[in-house]
């Protein structure tokens, strides 16, 4: 079974797409099932089995507002930096990755939740 991670990207208009990553595959589409559905079109026939869990990305014991707040305003400079050709402070990208890795547990522990409610 594939890990699929779904992202919300947001335009410079305005608008939010979507971006679907499995492995060395992703996709984009303007919702999130229409990434998914892209995405899913380049698996091969065995590949395709899967549970989808939607998070709803909103604080959690997980993860907090505070913490969703920092990544979201260092997302917005990192942004911001790349499209002019710079980077981050040293400092500001510390706390980026940081941020990003406990995201990425929260996503574990979230799962792994899901997972014993499951077995129930």
């Given amino acids: 079974m594939k890990k699929v991670t779904i992202l919300p990207v947001s335009e410079s208009n305005g608008d939010t797409s979507y971006c679907a990553v499995a492995e060395d595959k992703q996709s984009v589409g303007k ?3 229409e990434a ?3 995405l899913t079109l380049q698996f091969a026939t065995h590949e395709i089995d899967s549970l989808v ?3 709803n990305m909103r ?3 997980f993860f907090t507002a505070g913490q969703q707040k920092q990544l979201a ?3 917005t400079r990192w942004r911001i930096a790349r499209d002019a050709g710079q980077t981050l402070s040293g400092d500001e990208q510390a706390n980026l990755n940081v941020l990003i890795e406990a995201e990425l547990q929260a996503s574990e522990k979230r799962a792994l939740a899901v997972s ?3 077995d129930q």
């Fill in 31 to 33: 919702t999130a099932g």
């Fill in 36 to 38: 998914l559905d892209s």
């Fill in 53 to 55: 869990i939607v998070q």
């Fill in 59 to 61: 604080p959690d014991p």
């Fill in 73 to 75: 305003d260092l997302m």
């Fill in 116 to 118: 014993e409610n499951l």
